[in-house]
C-alpha cells in the first residue's frame, strides 16, 4: 500500500490505496460480496474476480469498477494487484485455498465452513499457525450483528453475570427440497454454534441431536423442527431450536440468561401498523436472511478492511480459524448425535499457541 | 339446593342458594380461597372451615360472613351444610381427603397434588371412575388464566395447525431455603407437566432432566436454572426451563410452534414507563405469582362453582383426577431422570373408562 | 340489611343478604349489567327490572334468578325489594330518575351521561349534597380498568413526578350511521375528559376541538379523526385523538408525561402470534369495547355493591355527581368549539361543599 | 472525474476517482462527518477543509487521509480538488456559502438550516432555479432513517391509505442552558416540520404553538414541553410533542393514521433485559441523537455522494432547497405563534419551476 503523491500542501496524511481485494467465487454470495465491497465498503476495491464458471465472473465484475476476470483461484490468490483474498466457493474448496492464501501471506475472509470436516479444518489451523501469524477471517457474520454486539457488550461489561443458559431460535420460511438432517446441522445450527464460541468463549463437550414431530411442510426426509442441547465445559446449556420450513419468515432470536439479568436480542419490530384487514397489529417478518443481516454482512467485511489496512489482518470479534475448527468439531458431534440416542461427547484437538497466531477474541 | 321463597310477583327463576363451600386447610392458599369465596365469587360462600390448627381456622373464619369451624376434615366433608369442599391442606393428605370426597358424593377442587405418587394417584383415579361420575377438579389454576385460555382457543379453532414444540419457560424471584432439585420438578416443573396435557392433550412418553451451571444466588443443593425435556406420544418435543432464583420477579411465558403459525403468551406489559433513572424504558415484573395469576384463581374458583350449580361437578379445561394422575407419572420419571443420564421412559397405568367417568378435556 | 338466622356453632359474622339491585333501562348496557350482577358480582342480586318496552324487561329478568319486573322507572325506585339502582335508560331520562334516587335516599349508580347539560347536571350535584351524603355513582368504567389504576397509582406514588402532558387516543372500528360531530364529543370524547378529572384531578379551563381531513370510512356528516386540545387550571396540556371509523378495531391508549417519567397504557398484547399468511407477527385488535373493558365494567359494578354493602355508597375512585357534571360543561364548551376558531372557555359552576357531599375523589 | 489509466486485462470499467468532498465548518458535526467520509462512505474522500478555527480544521483534517487545510470557505469552494461542498458552519452563513456553490456549480449538502429566515432561504431557491438544475441538498438525515423510509414505503404503495394525522413526539434528555422557545421551533420541531414535507408532500397552512405547565427541569425561560398543532392544504392535522428536558434520553416517534391503517416508527428495541435491580424488564433510551440516527447519516453522506457521482446531484427522498424554504416559512410562523392566541397562518412564495429545478421529491 504505497503513498499516492500527494499535494505540496497537504497538512495530513497521504490517501492511502484502497485495499485490492480478490474474490474467489462469485454465485449469490460471492456476487453480494462484489457489489457490497464495489459499493458500501470504505477503503476497498475487488481487483480481481473468478469463478468456475467464466461467464459468470465476467457478467459479476461488470459491477466492480475496474476489476478484471482471471481463470482459477490459484491466480487470484498469486495477482499482483490482490492485497487480500475473500473466498466465497463452495466449501469443499475452502481447506485448500485457505491454505493457499496462508501461503501466499494474503489475509483471507472465508465464507464458513472453513473446511468439510474437523481435520481439514485443524490443519488450516495449524498452518496459519506456523505462518507465525492470524491472517485468516471466517464469515460468522452474525458477530457483526448491532444485536449480537449489544448482547455482547452487555455481558462483557458484566451486566448480565455468569452465563447460565444461552437459547437460541432459529427459523426460515422455507429450505430448497434435497435439505436434510444433515444440512440443518452444518448450515443451520452451525451459525449458534459459532455463537457459543462468540458469547460464551468456551469450549462444547457435548451436544444432543433430538428430531420429534415433524410440520407436513418439511421436504422429504427432514425432521423439521429440530432442537439442539449443548454443553459446554463451563456447564452451561445451550438449547437451539432449528425450523426452517415455518412459511412464515426469518426469525433469529437469543436469549441469554445470566446470574444477573436475562438478555433478549432479535424482536426489533420495525414498522408496527394496525391494519384493517383481520383487525390485527403487527410488523413483517423478513422473508429472509439478506434484509434480517444486511447490515452485519456489511459491518463484517468493513472490519476485515479495516484490519486488514491497519495490519491487524483479523478484526476484533471475528470468528478465526480456531473458530471454524471448533464449529466443524461441534456439528460432526451433532450429526454423530442424529443416530444414537442421548448426548454425544465432543472431542477437540488441542489449540496451537499462545505463542504464534492470535489466541484470544 | 332449594328454592327460597319468592315473591308472587315474580317473574323468573327463584333465588338459587349460594353453593356452601366447606374449606380444608387454610394455610396462606386456604385463606386465599376464603376469602376469594367470600368477596369476589358468585354464587357461593364459604360455610364450614377446618385446619389443624384450630385457632387459624377461627381467624381466618372472620373473613367469611356465616362460616363456622370444625375440628377435622371429616367433619368437613360430612356437613350437612357443606355442599362441596375445597382441599387446601399439604399435599400428603390430599388422597385421603379426595377420596373421602368422593365417598361422600360430593365435588371436590383440591390443590395441586392430587397425591404424593403415580400409585396414590390412580388410586383417586379408579375410585373417582367407580363412583360413576367425575367430581374432581385439580388446582391447576393457569388452565383459567386469560393467556392459557387465547392459546387454546386458537389451537382449537386450528389457527397454529400441528403442534410441533412447546417452549415453557417457568421463572421466580426466589425460593425459600431448603428448595431442592427435587421440588423444583415436584413444585415448579409441575405447571408445565399440566400444560402439555391441557394444550397437546397427549401422553408424555419421555422426559430427561438436565442440569448445568447453577447461579450463584441458588440455595444450597439447587441446580438452577434446570432444563426439562420432555416427549409427547405423537413426537411433539417440550423443553421447560426452570430458574428460581432469578432474583428479578415472577415469569411464566409459553410458545407454541404449529406447523402453521406460533404463539406466545406471557409478556404482556402493563404500564410501560420511561424513567430518568438510568435512562430506560420498561416496564415492572410481578414480584411472585399471585399478581399474574390473580385472576386465574378467580377464574377457575368461579368455573368450579359454576360447574356445582349446573350440577357438571367439573368445569370445562378443568384439571381433572386423570391430569393430576399423569402429572405424578410424569414428575416421577423426571425426579428419576435427576440421577441418571439420557432421557427416562414414563410408564402409565391404563385410564379408566370411558365408559363412567368423564373421558375428556 | 338484616342478619339471617345463623347457625348456633357460628364463630363467624352472620351471612348478610345480597343487595338487591333495580335496574332501569334493560337495553343492550342495562341487560349487560343483569347478566353481570347475576353471573360475577358477589354480594348483589337483581331484585326488579323495567324497561319501557315491558317484553324486553321480562326476556332480561329470566337471567336473573328472583327477579320480577314493574312498568316504571319509579316503581323500581321506590320498591322495598331493592336497595340500590343501576340506571341504564336512555340519557334523557337520567337526571329525574337520579333526582328520584336521591329523593328516596337509595344509592345509585347511572351510566353516564348524568344529564343532557350542564344546568340539569348541577341539579343534580345540588341536590346530592342538599341530600346531606353522597350517594350517586357514574358509570365511567374505565377508572375501574387495571391499566388506568396502574396509572393512577404510579401517579399517586409520585413516581411519574408532576403531569405535563396527558394524550389521549380513542379508536372505534366504526358507528352506526348518523354519529356526529356532537356524538363524537359527547359519546366518545367524554370518556378522555373523565379520564382529566380522574388522572389530573383538575378543572379545564379551555378546550379546542379540531376537524381536519377526513377517512372515506366516516358516515355522512362526520369530522372524523377529530382532535380535541384542552388545557387545565395548572397548564396542563391534554391531546384526544378521536378516529372512530378505523375498520381495524377498538384501541384506547393513554399517555401521561411527567416531570420524572413517561407512562403509557393500553398496548398489552394478549397472544402474538407469528403467521405463515402475509408474513407477519402481531396481535388481534379487540373488535370493540366489550372485550377491551368488560373486565371494568365488572370491577366497576363490584366495587360500588361493595361500597353500598359497606356502606360509604361511593367506591374509592368511582366517578361521582360533579364527576358527571365537570363531564358535562367541558363536553358542552367542546361541542360549542366545533364552530368556532380557537380554543373555548369552560365555564363552572361553584362545586357546592366541602360541607356535605364527598368532595374528593 | 476522469478515469484512471486500466490495467490492459481489465474487463470492467475503470475505477473512477472518488468524489472529493470540501468541507466548511468541522465543529463537531462537520468534524463528524470528516470522520464518517473518510471511514464509511464508499467513493469519497476529504479533500480541503475549513474553518474559522484553523488549528481546529487542522486537527480534524488529521483523519482525513490526504486532506488539506484552507483558509476560507471561499477556497473550499474555489478549489479544483473539490467535486463537492459540505457546508456544517454556523446556520447564519448558510445562504452566503450555498449561493456560492451554486455560482461556482458545485454541488452541495448544507446542514440545516438553509438560511436564518424565509426571505433569505427563498433566495437560494430562486438562485438554484436560475441555476438550471438542482444541485441543493439540505441535511434533514431522519428521511434516511430506516423506519421513516419504512413509513414512506408504505405510504407510497398505498398500504396506510390517506394520511388523516400524522402525531410527532420529540424527546431529547436535556438542552443546554440558554435554550429558549425560539430554539424549541427552530432546531427540535423543524425535524417535525420536514416530517411533513417528506411524509405528506403537502404545503403547511396554519400553525399554532402551544405552552403549558413546564417541568422543573427545564432551563430558564423555556416552555418544555410545548405542542404545535400544524394543518396541511388537505387539512391533515399534525401533532408535535416537543420535551427537551425529560433526563431520560432521546426518543423521537411518529405515527402516521391513515384511512387503511396506522403506522409507528421509533419503538425498536434492541436489547431487552430483566433485570434484579427494581425486578423490571426494558431496555435503553439512547442518550442522544447520535446512536439514533447515527446509521441515517451514514446513509445521507453515501446516498448524496451516490447522486454525484452519477450526475443526479441530489439523491431521491434527500431533502432539497424548496424543503429548505418550506421549513424556514413554517417555523417562522410556529415562532410568531409563541405571541398570539390561535393559529398563525403559514404564507409561502411561489416555488419555481416546474421548467428548471427539480420540483418534486
Given at each position: ?120 479444518a485443524h490443519d488450516v489451523v495449524r498452518a496459519e499457525h506456523e505462518s507465525g501469524r492470524a491472517s485468516v477471517s471466517l464469515g460468522f457474520m452474525r458477530r457483526f450483528d448491532a444485536g449480537y454486539g449489544e448482547l455482547k457488550d452487555a455481558l462483557e461489561a458484566g451486566e448480565l453475570g455468569t ?199
Open positions: 500500500m504505497n503513498a499516492p503523491q500527494s499535494t505540496p500542501q497537504s497538512t495530513a496524511a497521504a490517501v492511502p490505496h484502497d485495499i485490492r481485494v480478490g474474490v474467489i467465487g462469485v454465485g449469490r454470495m460471492g456476487a453480494d460480496h462484489v457489489e457490497r465491497i464495489s459499493r458500501r465498503i470504505k477503503g476497498a476495491r475487488v481487483s480481481v474476480v473468478s469463478d468456475y464458471l467464466r461467464e459468470r465472473a465476467e457478467t459479476v465484475a461488470q459491477a466492480a469498477p475496474g476489476a478484471r476476470v482471471v481463470d482459477t483461484p490459484e491466480e487470484v490468490i498469486a495477482a499482483d494487484d490482490v492485497d487480500a483474498v475473500l473466498i466465497a466457493s463452495p466449501g469443499q474448496f475452502h481447506r485448500e485455498q485457505v491454505l493457499a492464501c496462508i501461503a501466499a501471506g494474503k489475509p483471507v475472509l472465508c465464507e464458513k465452513p472453513l473446511a468439510m470436516n474437523p481435520a481439514d452465563p447460565l443458559l444461552l437459547n437460541c431460535k432459529h427459523r426460515n420460511a422455507d429450505v430448497l427440497p434435497g435439505f436434510t438432517n444433515v444440512h440443518m446441522v452444518h448450515d443451520s445450527a452451525v451459525h449458534e454454534i459459532d455463537a457459543i464460541s462468540f458469547f460464551l468463549e468456551e469450549t462444547v463437550v457435548s451436544v444432543q441431536t433430538l428430531t420429534g414431530r415433524s410440520t407436513e411442510n418439511a421436504p422429504e426426509g427432514l425432521s423439521d423442527p429440530m432442537l439442539l442441547l449443548l454443553r459446554t465445559a463451563s456447564g452451561t446449556l445451550v438449547t437451539d431450536e432449528l425450523y426452517v420450513s415455518t412459511r412464515s419468515g426469518y426469525e433469529v432470536r437469543t436469549e441469554l440468561v445470566g446470574s444477573k439479568a436475562t438478555a433478549t436480542i432479535g424482536q426489533d419490530t420495525g414498522l408496527v401498523t394496525t391494519q384493517q384487514a383481520g383487525g390485527c397489529w403487527g410488523g413483517a417478518v423478513p422473508a429472509d436472511f439478506r434484509p434480517r443481516f444486511a447490515a452485519a454482512y456489511d459491518a463484517e467485511v468493513q472490519a476485515w478492511i479495516a484490519a486488514v489496512a491497519d495490519g491487524s489482518l483479523v478484526a476484533p470479534r471475528s470468528a478465526t480459524a480456531w473458530d471454524g475448527y471448533v464449529a466443524a468439531a461441534v456439528c460432526e458431534a451433532a450429526e454423530q448425535s442424529l443416530t444414537v440416542d442421548g448426548a454425544v461427547e465432543v472431542t477437540m484437538l488441542e489449540r496451537p499457541g499462545p505463542e504464534g497466531a492470535r489466541d484470544e477474541h
